[in-house]
């Protein structure tokens, strides 16, 4: 290859690269990830003494059949299957190379008992369990140092019968952070779908310290009213994918986090590479989207599109504050529908909350590079509320191609930001003035690192690299 034919190849790779559609993105963050991986090994549930009544405690039959599957773990691994019924059971842990997998029929029940729900240390960037200083009560479904798992099922359900929990929450009665349903930490290849998860005493779904996730085809429930019933928090995690989910519940649809002021900060373990496409949801008390407030490890790279919101009281959020540290950057959410929602984009530089006062107040975050582009909604409330920091302006929020119908007189209000606007009905706020003159800076929500490309050229052999160019453009023609 003549050396200006290396030149013209070389650029061809940089523009179609920076321009490709981000199925590709989605398709590098969690390659070769499926929800159907053979297992030689396989146990149902009932072998190992369980009854699916709704009344027996199983938690015992879990472990043990757990346990047992442990010695397949390096035979290629193996599956435990549930079969129809209501097994009613306390926390247990998985292993890897591991499918947990529900029959249509089958109903795993949390216990309503606390004591079925073993306490373990808060984790190391919060400092403390989040709705209490100490420990916190493990998730329903858990697992550590994991990598190869699947939990799935037929539309099987998982039901954490939260209401107790709830009630203890509201009544000031609680001793320990409640459970999620299912949080996996220090975790890689782990897949999560075609399952319904219903009535989580806390968070729904928490990856935390975990890469390579992929959540897929889960519907989350709880009613609009339920506390802190999060859908999908992915927590300092890289590479992951969450797509083709449906979630009606009492706070954040979806919730990117990564660790808690100086805890957070501290720990510096960000959460980055999230792709998160073709999601529909419905929350009372929290937002479509959310980045934060636990923030202080960072966010990056984050690619949002193909989101219908409705009956909520926020549509896409960022939430921080000063003492939080941190950046959130390089965020960009696209195709986005809303319908009877009360806030259509809000970001908020003061959320408040702190796990004690150690916290330094002059560690501020950093909330640049997001971009915010193809929205549209009906019945909407107020179009925007965006409030940075004093002495720490948000920089770079960019919003274009918006057509809110919207009620309030006043449908924007911003504060201490700057950024760009074209194309937005109501007319947006000065400080995203689009008559300023100069060129915007506006993140486009492609980003590939060397590495990636390396990496893919690796896998793939000397003609890797070709192909992955070849691959990209195949998805823009």
């Known amino acids: 290859m003549g050396r200006s034919a290396s030149f013209v190849f070389q650029f061809l790779v940089f523009i179609t690269i920076f321009n490709t559609q981000w199925s590709s993105v989605c398709g590098i963050y969690c390659k070769d990830m499926a929800s159907t991986v053979y297992r030689p090994h396989s146990v149902t549930l009932t072998e190992f003494g369980a009854v699916g009544d709704g009344k027996t405690l199983n938690t015992k039959s879990f472990q043990n059949a757990i346990f047992y599957l442990n010695s397949f773990a390096d035979k290629g691994g193996a599956q435990l299957f549930v079969p129809a019924g209501r097994w009613l059971t306390g926390g247990f842990n998985l292993i890897s190379h591991l499918t947990l997998s529900l029959d249509k029929d089958a109903v795993i029940i949390g216990s309503m008992d606390s004591s079925d729900w073993p306490l373990i240390d808060p984790l190391p960037s919060y400092g403390r369990g989040r709705e209490l200083p100490g420990k916190r009560h493990q998730s329903l479904i858990f697992g550590w140092n994991l990598t190869d798992v699947i939990i799935t099922g037929a539309n099987g359900t998982?039901?954490?019968?939260?209401?107790?929990w709830w009630d203890w929450?509201?009544?000031?009665?609680?001793?320990?952070?409640?459970?999620?349903?299912?949080?996996?930490?220090?975790?890689?290849?782990?897949?999560?779908?075609?399952?319904?998860?219903?009535?989580?005493?806390?968070?729904?779904?928490?990856?935390?310290?975990?890469?390579?996730?992929?959540?897929e085809h889960v519907t989350i429930l709880a009613p609009l009213d339920s506390p802190n019933t999060d859908g999908i928090n992915p927590?300092?995690?890289?590479?992951?994918?969450?797509?083709?989910?449906?979630?009606?519940?009492?706070?954040?649809?979806?919730?990117?986090?990564?660790?808690?002021?100086?805890?957070?900060?501290?720990?510096?373990?960000?959460?980055?590479?999230?792709?998160?496409?073709?999601?529909t949801g419905e929350t009372r008390g929290g937002a479509g989207i959310a980045i934060g407030s636990e923030m202080s490890g960072g966010i990056s790279e984050v690619r949002a599109e193909g989101l219908r919101i409705v009956n909520s009281l926020h549509g896409i959020r960022i939430k921080t504050a000063p003492g939080r540290g941190g950046y959130v950057t390089n965020v960009y959410v696209a195709d986005v529908s809303m319908h009877n929602v009360s806030m259509?984009?809000?970001?908020?530089?003061?959320?408040?909350?702190?796990?004690?006062?150690?916290?330094?107040?002059?560690?501020?975050?950093?909330?640049?590079?997001?971009?915010?582009?193809?929205?549209?909604?009906?019945s909407v409330g107020v179009a925007g509320i965006l409030e940075g920091i004093q002495g720490d302006n948000f920089s770079s929020i960019c919003i274009s191609n918006v057509s809110l119908s919207v009620q309030s007189r006043h449908p924007w209000s911003c504060s201490l930001i700057e950024g760009y606007s074209n194309s937005v009905t109501p007319g947006s706020?000065?400080?995203?003035?689009?008559?300023?003159?100069?060129?915007?800076?506006?993140?486009?929500?492609?980003?590939?690192?060397?590495?990636?490309?390396?990496?893919?050229?690796?896998r793939n052999g000397a003609g890797g690299l070709v192909d992955f160019v070849l691959h990209l453009v195949s998805n823009i023609v």
Not at 187 to 205: A, G, M, Q
Not at 350 to 377: F, K
Not at 439 to 449: D, E, I, K, M, N
């Open 158 to 164: 998982i039901d954490g019968q939260g209401v107790v």
């Open 429 to 458: 706020c000065e400080q995203l003035s689009s008559n300023s003159g100069q060129t915007p800076v506006c993140y486009s929500g492609v980003s590939f690192s060397p590495s990636q490309i390396q990496a893919h050229t690796h």
């Open 169 to 215: 929450f509201h009544n000031h009665k609680l001793n320990y952070t409640r459970p999620h349903l299912i949080e996996l930490m220090y975790s890689t290849n782990v897949v999560i779908s075609n399952l319904t998860f219903k009535n989580s005493p806390f968070w729904n779904i928490h990856p935390v310290y975990c890469s390579q996730v992929l959540v």
């Open 235 to 279: 927590d300092s995690s890289t590479n992951v994918c969450i797509n083709h989910c449906y979630v009606r519940n009492g706070d954040d649809v979806i919730a990117i986090k990564s660790g808690w002021d100086q805890y957070g900060i501290s720990f510096a373990h960000p959460s980055s590479n999230i792709s998160i496409s073709n999601i």
């Open 344 to 378: 259509a984009i809000r970001i908020t530089g003061n959320y408040g909350e702190h796990p004690n006062n150690n916290y330094d107040r002059n560690a501020l975050p950093v909330i640049s590079n997001i971009t915010i582009e193809n929205v549209v909604g009906a």
